[in-house]
Protein backbone atom coordinates (compact mmCIF):
# COMPACT_ATOMS: atom_id res chain seq x y z
CA UNK A 1 0.00 0.00 0.00
CA UNK A 2 1.51 3.29 -1.57
CA UNK A 3 0.25 6.08 1.21
CA UNK A 4 1.03 9.61 -1.45
CA UNK A 5 2.99 12.10 0.62
CA UNK A 6 2.65 14.82 -1.91
CA UNK A 7 3.27 17.90 0.62
CA UNK A 8 6.31 17.22 1.21
CA UNK A 9 7.58 15.66 -2.23
CA UNK A 10 7.07 18.31 -3.60
CA UNK A 11 8.89 20.52 -1.47
CA UNK A 12 11.89 18.07 -2.09
CA UNK A 13 11.43 18.35 -5.94
CA UNK A 14 11.12 22.23 -5.27
CA UNK A 15 14.41 22.00 -3.88
CA UNK A 16 16.50 19.70 -6.30
CA UNK A 17 20.11 20.78 -7.48
CA UNK A 18 19.49 24.10 -5.13
CA UNK A 19 23.25 23.60 -4.06
CA UNK A 20 22.24 23.01 -0.24
CA UNK A 21 21.42 19.91 2.00
CA UNK A 22 18.24 19.01 2.15
CA UNK A 23 17.07 17.88 5.37
CA UNK A 24 14.02 16.06 6.46
CA UNK A 25 13.06 15.96 10.13
CA UNK A 26 10.48 14.37 12.06
CA UNK A 27 9.36 12.34 15.12
CA UNK A 28 10.42 8.58 14.77
CA UNK A 29 8.58 6.58 12.42
CA UNK A 30 6.35 9.70 10.44
CA UNK A 31 7.62 8.39 6.89
CA UNK A 32 11.00 10.16 6.24
CA UNK A 33 12.84 6.90 4.95
CA UNK A 34 9.63 6.02 2.94
CA UNK A 35 9.43 9.76 1.29
CA UNK A 36 13.56 9.75 0.30
CA UNK A 37 13.71 6.02 -0.48
CA UNK A 38 10.43 5.01 -1.99
CA UNK A 39 8.78 8.45 -3.34
CA UNK A 40 11.68 10.94 -4.20
CA UNK A 41 14.04 7.82 -5.28
CA UNK A 42 10.94 7.16 -7.89
CA UNK A 43 10.47 10.71 -9.09
CA UNK A 44 14.31 10.62 -9.79
CA UNK A 45 13.79 7.45 -11.78
CA UNK A 46 10.84 8.91 -13.59
CA UNK A 47 12.93 11.84 -14.16
CA UNK A 48 15.34 9.28 -15.61
CA UNK A 49 18.40 9.61 -13.53
CA UNK A 50 20.13 6.41 -13.69
CA UNK A 51 19.90 3.90 -10.91
CA UNK A 52 24.14 4.01 -9.91
CA UNK A 53 23.64 8.11 -10.15
CA UNK A 54 20.94 7.28 -6.75
CA UNK A 55 23.19 6.54 -3.49
CA UNK A 56 20.85 5.56 -0.40
CA UNK A 57 22.37 4.82 2.81
CA UNK A 58 20.26 4.06 5.88
CA UNK A 59 22.29 4.03 8.81
CA UNK A 60 20.04 2.56 11.61
CA UNK A 61 20.53 -0.97 9.35
CA UNK A 62 23.04 -3.30 10.75
CA UNK A 63 24.20 -4.26 7.49
CA UNK A 64 25.46 -0.33 7.14
CA UNK A 65 27.04 0.15 10.79
CA UNK A 66 30.71 0.34 9.48
CA UNK A 67 29.20 3.06 6.98
CA UNK A 68 28.79 5.32 10.61
CA UNK A 69 32.57 5.89 10.69
CA UNK A 70 33.13 8.70 8.29
CA UNK A 71 36.58 7.55 7.16
CA UNK A 72 34.91 4.39 5.88
CA UNK A 73 31.72 5.92 4.26
CA UNK A 74 33.42 8.92 2.07
CA UNK A 75 35.71 7.00 0.11
CA UNK A 76 32.87 4.81 -0.39
CA UNK A 77 30.76 7.94 -1.47
CA UNK A 78 33.85 8.56 -3.86
CA UNK A 79 34.17 5.38 -5.38
CA UNK A 80 30.74 5.45 -6.52
CA UNK A 81 30.97 8.89 -8.02
CA UNK A 82 32.44 7.96 -11.59
CA UNK A 83 31.50 10.86 -13.74
CA UNK A 84 30.81 14.39 -14.31
CA UNK A 85 26.90 13.54 -14.03
CA UNK A 86 24.75 14.53 -11.42
CA UNK A 87 24.61 12.16 -8.34
CA UNK A 88 21.72 11.88 -5.53
CA UNK A 89 22.79 11.19 -1.86
CA UNK A 90 19.96 9.49 0.10
CA UNK A 91 21.11 9.46 3.62
CA UNK A 92 18.69 8.06 6.52
CA UNK A 93 18.97 8.92 10.11
CA UNK A 94 22.00 10.76 9.40
CA UNK A 95 22.68 11.45 13.14
CA UNK A 96 24.02 8.32 13.81
CA UNK A 97 26.66 9.10 11.28
CA UNK A 98 30.14 10.36 13.01
CA UNK A 99 31.11 13.76 12.05
CA UNK A 100 28.35 13.84 9.97
CA UNK A 101 28.47 17.77 9.64
CA UNK A 102 31.90 17.83 8.07
CA UNK A 103 31.11 14.86 5.73
CA UNK A 104 27.68 16.53 4.44
CA UNK A 105 29.86 20.19 3.55
CA UNK A 106 32.25 18.14 1.96
CA UNK A 107 29.90 16.35 -0.22
CA UNK A 108 27.67 19.58 -0.59
CA UNK A 109 30.72 21.38 -2.29
CA UNK A 110 31.04 19.12 -5.00
CA UNK A 111 28.86 20.88 -8.17
CA UNK A 112 27.72 17.21 -9.11
CA UNK A 113 26.45 15.87 -5.99
CA UNK A 114 22.93 16.52 -4.78
CA UNK A 115 22.52 15.29 -1.04
CA UNK A 116 19.31 14.23 0.69
CA UNK A 117 19.41 13.32 4.63
CA UNK A 118 16.82 12.52 7.06
CA UNK A 119 17.03 12.63 10.77
CA UNK A 120 14.67 12.17 13.95
CA UNK A 121 16.68 14.69 16.13
CA UNK A 122 16.77 18.22 16.52
CA UNK A 123 19.99 18.87 18.42
CA UNK A 124 21.41 17.28 15.91
CA UNK A 125 19.77 18.71 12.94
CA UNK A 126 17.70 21.60 12.66
CA UNK A 127 20.07 23.55 15.60
CA UNK A 128 23.23 22.48 13.79
CA UNK A 129 22.02 23.23 9.95
CA UNK A 130 22.68 26.81 11.35
CA UNK A 131 25.56 26.57 13.32
CA UNK A 132 27.45 23.80 11.15
CA UNK A 133 26.41 23.98 7.56
CA UNK A 134 26.97 27.98 7.54
CA UNK A 135 23.76 28.30 5.33
CA UNK A 136 24.11 24.82 3.65
CA UNK A 137 21.19 23.30 5.09
CA UNK A 138 17.41 23.13 3.77
CA UNK A 139 14.89 21.66 6.40
CA UNK A 140 11.65 19.82 5.54
CA UNK A 141 10.00 19.41 8.49
CA UNK A 142 7.87 16.00 8.22
CA UNK A 143 5.02 15.43 10.40
CA UNK A 144 2.55 12.18 10.55
CA UNK A 145 -0.34 11.66 8.18
CA UNK A 146 -2.28 14.34 8.15
CA UNK A 147 -6.05 13.22 8.05
CA UNK A 148 -6.83 13.78 4.26
CA UNK A 149 -3.45 11.35 3.82
CA UNK A 150 -4.93 8.63 6.48
CA UNK A 151 -8.43 8.95 4.53
CA UNK A 152 -6.62 8.83 0.92
CA UNK A 153 -6.11 4.74 2.18
CA UNK A 154 -8.43 4.56 4.98
CA UNK A 155 -11.09 1.49 3.62
CA UNK A 156 -14.06 3.04 5.18
CA UNK A 157 -16.16 6.54 5.63
CA UNK A 158 -14.68 10.03 7.36
CA UNK A 159 -16.88 9.66 10.61
CA UNK A 160 -15.14 6.01 11.21
CA UNK A 161 -11.61 7.38 9.65
CA UNK A 162 -12.24 10.16 12.44
CA UNK A 163 -12.66 7.73 14.95
CA UNK A 164 -9.82 5.85 14.52
CA UNK A 165 -7.88 8.65 13.90
CA UNK A 166 -8.48 10.28 16.65
CA UNK A 167 -7.43 7.51 18.91
CA UNK A 168 -4.45 5.64 17.07
CA UNK A 169 -2.96 8.76 15.60
CA UNK A 170 -1.30 9.00 11.79
CA UNK A 171 1.92 6.79 12.05
CA UNK A 172 1.72 5.08 8.28
CA UNK A 173 2.61 1.98 10.49
CA UNK A 174 -0.42 1.75 12.40
CA UNK A 175 -2.14 0.24 8.80
CA UNK A 176 -0.09 -2.67 9.31
CA UNK A 177 -2.21 -3.64 11.87
CA UNK A 178 -6.13 -5.43 11.37
CA UNK A 179 -7.14 -5.11 15.45
CA UNK A 180 -7.80 -2.17 18.10
CA UNK A 181 -5.20 -4.56 20.43
CA UNK A 182 -2.51 -4.71 17.89
CA UNK A 183 -2.88 -1.09 17.04
CA UNK A 184 -2.63 0.27 20.87
CA UNK A 185 0.00 -2.76 21.81
CA UNK A 186 2.45 -1.51 18.54
CA UNK A 187 1.40 1.93 20.11
CA UNK A 188 2.74 1.45 23.55
CA UNK A 189 5.78 -0.58 22.49
CA UNK A 190 7.04 1.91 19.97
CA UNK A 191 6.48 4.76 22.85
CA UNK A 192 8.56 2.97 25.46
CA UNK A 193 11.00 1.12 23.50
CA UNK A 194 11.73 3.33 21.24
CA UNK A 195 10.68 7.50 21.76
CA UNK A 196 11.34 7.15 25.44
CA UNK A 197 14.75 4.86 25.60
CA UNK A 198 16.05 7.24 22.40
CA UNK A 199 15.06 10.10 25.17
CA UNK A 200 16.69 8.83 28.24
CA UNK A 201 19.94 7.31 26.24
CA UNK A 202 20.84 10.59 24.30
CA UNK A 203 20.19 12.96 26.63
CA UNK A 204 21.76 10.90 29.76
CA UNK A 205 18.73 11.10 32.11
CA UNK A 206 19.23 9.91 35.29
CA UNK A 207 15.87 9.85 36.58
CA UNK A 208 13.45 7.79 34.09
CA UNK A 209 10.73 7.64 36.75
CA UNK A 210 10.68 11.81 36.63
CA UNK A 211 10.49 11.94 32.67
CA UNK A 212 7.88 9.27 32.26
CA UNK A 213 5.63 11.12 34.86
CA UNK A 214 6.43 14.81 33.09
CA UNK A 215 4.75 12.56 30.14
CA UNK A 216 2.20 11.61 31.71
CA UNK A 217 1.20 15.15 32.87
CA UNK A 218 1.15 16.70 29.70
CA UNK A 219 -0.44 13.44 27.62
CA UNK A 220 -3.45 14.40 30.24
CA UNK A 221 -3.37 18.54 29.64
CA UNK A 222 -3.08 18.42 25.96
CA UNK A 223 -4.48 21.93 24.93
CA UNK A 224 -4.22 23.57 28.86
CA UNK A 225 -1.95 26.65 29.04
CA UNK A 226 0.48 25.49 31.62
CA UNK A 227 4.59 26.38 32.43
CA UNK A 228 7.43 24.91 34.51
CA UNK A 229 5.72 26.58 37.80
CA UNK A 230 2.32 24.80 37.26
CA UNK A 231 4.04 21.51 36.08
CA UNK A 232 6.04 20.77 39.09
CA UNK A 233 2.93 21.87 41.47
CA UNK A 234 1.16 19.02 39.78
CA UNK A 235 3.86 16.53 40.13
CA UNK A 236 3.96 17.44 43.73
CA UNK A 237 0.00 17.26 44.42
CA UNK A 238 -0.18 14.01 42.28
CA UNK A 239 3.39 12.16 43.59
CA UNK A 240 3.83 13.98 46.11
CA UNK A 241 7.59 14.48 45.00
CA UNK A 242 9.67 17.36 44.40
CA UNK A 243 10.77 18.14 40.93
CA UNK A 244 12.64 21.26 39.80
CA UNK A 245 11.50 23.81 37.04
CA UNK A 246 14.36 23.72 35.52
CA UNK A 247 14.28 20.04 35.68
CA UNK A 248 11.37 20.42 34.10
CA UNK A 249 12.22 23.30 31.38
CA UNK A 250 14.92 20.52 30.76
CA UNK A 251 12.86 17.64 30.16
CA UNK A 252 10.38 19.26 27.76
CA UNK A 253 13.06 20.27 25.90
CA UNK A 254 14.10 17.14 25.46
CA UNK A 255 10.66 16.17 24.48
CA UNK A 256 10.36 19.07 21.67
CA UNK A 257 13.88 18.26 20.71
CA UNK A 258 12.74 14.39 19.78
CA UNK A 259 9.78 16.49 18.36
CA UNK A 260 7.15 14.05 20.56
CA UNK A 261 5.55 17.66 21.39
CA UNK A 262 5.20 21.02 20.21
CA UNK A 263 4.16 24.22 21.62
CA UNK A 264 2.01 27.60 21.43
CA UNK A 265 3.02 30.35 22.87
CA UNK A 266 0.45 33.59 23.80
CA UNK A 267 0.65 36.19 21.42
CA UNK A 268 -0.93 39.37 23.03
CA UNK A 269 -3.06 40.65 19.89
CA UNK A 270 -3.83 44.03 20.77
CA UNK A 271 -0.45 44.87 22.18
CA UNK A 272 1.64 42.81 19.65
CA UNK A 273 3.38 40.97 21.78
CA UNK A 274 4.31 37.62 22.97
CA UNK A 275 3.82 36.75 26.41
CA UNK A 276 6.10 33.65 27.09
CA UNK A 277 4.78 31.96 29.96
CA UNK A 278 2.24 29.77 30.09
CA UNK A 279 2.04 27.93 26.88
CA UNK A 280 -0.08 24.94 25.55
CA UNK A 281 1.41 21.53 24.31
CA UNK A 282 0.44 19.42 21.59
CA UNK A 283 1.66 15.73 20.73
CA UNK A 284 2.89 15.52 17.29
CA UNK A 285 0.75 12.12 17.46
CA UNK A 286 -2.46 11.65 19.10
CA UNK A 287 -1.68 7.89 18.89
CA UNK A 288 1.38 8.08 20.69
CA UNK A 289 -0.23 10.57 23.33
CA UNK A 290 -3.26 7.96 24.11
CA UNK A 291 -0.74 5.11 23.97
CA UNK A 292 1.09 6.97 27.02
CA UNK A 293 -2.05 7.31 29.01
CA UNK A 294 -2.68 3.36 28.13
CA UNK A 295 -5.83 4.58 26.06
CA UNK A 296 -7.96 5.56 29.15
CA UNK A 297 -8.42 9.63 28.14
CA UNK A 298 -9.23 9.84 24.98
CA UNK A 299 -11.73 13.41 24.58
CA UNK A 300 -12.50 14.49 21.32
CA UNK A 301 -12.72 17.64 22.31
CA UNK A 302 -8.55 17.73 22.88
CA UNK A 303 -8.30 15.79 20.45
CA UNK A 304 -9.79 18.10 17.96
CA UNK A 305 -7.83 20.86 18.74
CA UNK A 306 -4.70 18.95 18.46
CA UNK A 307 -5.14 17.61 15.42
CA UNK A 308 -6.03 21.22 13.94
CA UNK A 309 -3.02 22.37 15.46
CA UNK A 310 -0.67 19.93 13.60
CA UNK A 311 -2.49 20.32 10.37
CA UNK A 312 -2.15 24.27 10.90
CA UNK A 313 1.59 23.58 11.25
CA UNK A 314 1.91 20.68 8.29
CA UNK A 315 0.58 23.83 6.02
CA UNK A 316 3.19 26.09 7.34
CA UNK A 317 2.13 28.43 9.54
CA UNK A 318 3.45 30.01 12.75
CA UNK A 319 0.57 29.19 15.39
CA UNK A 320 0.22 31.66 18.53
CA UNK A 321 -2.25 31.48 21.16
CA UNK A 322 -4.19 34.67 21.20
CA UNK A 323 -5.01 37.07 24.39
CA UNK A 324 -7.38 39.60 24.28
CA UNK A 325 -7.21 41.61 27.59
CA UNK A 326 -10.39 43.36 28.27
CA UNK A 327 -11.93 45.52 31.00
CA UNK A 328 -16.18 44.87 32.47
CA UNK A 329 -17.78 45.27 35.33
CA UNK A 330 -18.09 41.60 37.74
CA UNK A 331 -21.67 41.69 39.61
CA UNK A 332 -21.13 44.28 41.94
CA UNK A 333 -20.16 46.86 39.34
CA UNK A 334 -16.38 46.81 40.03
CA UNK A 335 -14.43 46.77 37.08
CA UNK A 336 -12.19 43.79 36.45
CA UNK A 337 -9.42 43.20 34.08
CA UNK A 338 -9.91 39.87 32.30
CA UNK A 339 -7.95 38.01 29.26
CA UNK A 340 -9.65 36.09 26.29
CA UNK A 341 -8.45 33.62 24.80
CA UNK A 342 -8.03 32.28 20.91
CA UNK A 343 -7.48 29.12 20.24
CA UNK A 344 -5.18 30.12 16.78
CA UNK A 345 -3.34 32.76 16.03
CA UNK A 346 -1.84 31.51 12.54
CA UNK A 347 0.67 33.81 10.53
CA UNK A 348 2.32 32.80 7.26
CA UNK A 349 3.89 35.50 5.43
CA UNK A 350 1.25 38.38 5.16
CA UNK A 351 -1.32 35.81 5.95
CA UNK A 352 -2.88 35.61 9.39
CA UNK A 353 -6.00 34.03 10.39
CA UNK A 354 -7.79 33.78 14.06
CA UNK A 355 -8.94 30.52 14.39
CA UNK A 356 -11.35 28.79 17.39
CA UNK A 357 -11.79 25.20 17.23
CA UNK A 358 -15.25 24.19 18.96
CA UNK A 359 -16.34 20.77 19.40
CA UNK A 360 -20.10 21.54 19.15
CA UNK A 361 -21.99 25.08 19.56
CA UNK A 362 -25.59 23.91 20.29
CA UNK A 363 -27.22 27.50 21.18
CA UNK A 364 -26.77 31.17 20.23
CA UNK A 365 -25.22 31.55 23.61
CA UNK A 366 -22.42 28.96 22.94
CA UNK A 367 -21.68 30.58 19.40
CA UNK A 368 -21.25 34.03 21.00
CA UNK A 369 -19.43 33.11 23.62
CA UNK A 370 -16.75 31.44 21.43
CA UNK A 371 -16.38 34.33 18.82
CA UNK A 372 -16.27 36.87 20.93
CA UNK A 373 -12.50 37.24 20.90
CA UNK A 374 -12.43 36.75 17.50
CA UNK A 375 -14.81 39.99 16.99
CA UNK A 376 -12.75 42.15 19.10
CA UNK A 377 -9.11 41.39 17.49
CA UNK A 378 -9.86 44.86 16.04
CA UNK A 379 -8.35 44.25 12.60
CA UNK A 380 -9.68 42.90 8.92
CA UNK A 381 -7.73 39.50 9.16
CA UNK A 382 -10.52 36.69 8.64
CA UNK A 383 -12.10 35.11 11.79
CA UNK A 384 -12.95 31.37 11.54
CA UNK A 385 -14.87 29.25 13.98
CA UNK A 386 -14.00 25.20 13.23
CA UNK A 387 -16.64 22.72 14.05
CA UNK A 388 -17.28 19.17 14.32
CA UNK A 389 -20.79 19.80 13.49
CA UNK A 390 -21.70 19.09 9.96
CA UNK A 391 -22.71 22.14 7.62
CA UNK A 392 -21.56 23.59 4.48
CA UNK A 393 -19.18 26.18 5.05
CA UNK A 394 -20.87 29.72 5.87
CA UNK A 395 -20.55 33.40 6.95
CA UNK A 396 -22.60 33.87 9.81
CA UNK A 397 -24.34 37.55 10.53
CA UNK A 398 -20.78 38.91 12.02
CA UNK A 399 -18.89 37.74 9.04
CA UNK A 400 -16.75 34.76 11.38
CA UNK A 401 -16.90 32.04 9.10
CA UNK A 402 -17.61 28.57 10.45
CA UNK A 403 -16.93 25.44 8.84
CA UNK A 404 -16.96 21.82 9.76
CA UNK A 405 -13.40 19.87 10.78
CA UNK A 406 -13.71 17.79 7.80
CA UNK A 407 -14.34 20.46 5.43
CA UNK A 408 -11.07 22.36 6.96
CA UNK A 409 -9.28 19.01 6.53
CA UNK A 410 -9.86 17.47 3.98
CA UNK A 411 -9.25 20.72 1.88
CA UNK A 412 -5.54 22.35 1.41
CA UNK A 413 -7.57 25.84 0.29
CA UNK A 414 -10.67 25.37 3.05
CA UNK A 415 -8.93 28.76 5.19
CA UNK A 416 -9.17 30.52 1.88
CA UNK A 417 -12.56 30.38 1.23
Known amino acids: MEIRRDIYLEKLISKKNNGLIKVVTGVRRCGKSYLLFNLFSDHLKEEKVRADHIIEMAFDSFENRKYRDPEVLYPYLMEKIQDEQMYYVLLDE????????????????????????????????????????????????????????????????????????????????????????????????????????????????????????????????????????????????????????????????????????????????????????????????????????????????????????????????????????????????????????IDFVCNKGSKRYYIQSVFAMPDAAKKQQEQRSLLLTGDGFKKIIITKDVLAPLYNEEGVLVMSVFDFLLDLDSLEK
Open 94 to 341: VQLLDDFESVLNSLVRKKNVDVYVTGSNAKFLSKDIITEFRGRGDEVHMYPLTFAEYMSVYPGDKNDAWRDYVIYGGLPLIFSFNTSDQKADFLKSLFKETYISDIIGRNKVRNKVELEELLNILSSAIGSLTNPSKLSATYKSVKNKTISQTTIKRYIDYLCDSFLIDSAIRYDVKGKKYIDTPAKYYFTDLGLRNARLNFRQVEETHAMENIIFNELKVRGFNVDVGVIPINEKDKNGKNIRKQLE
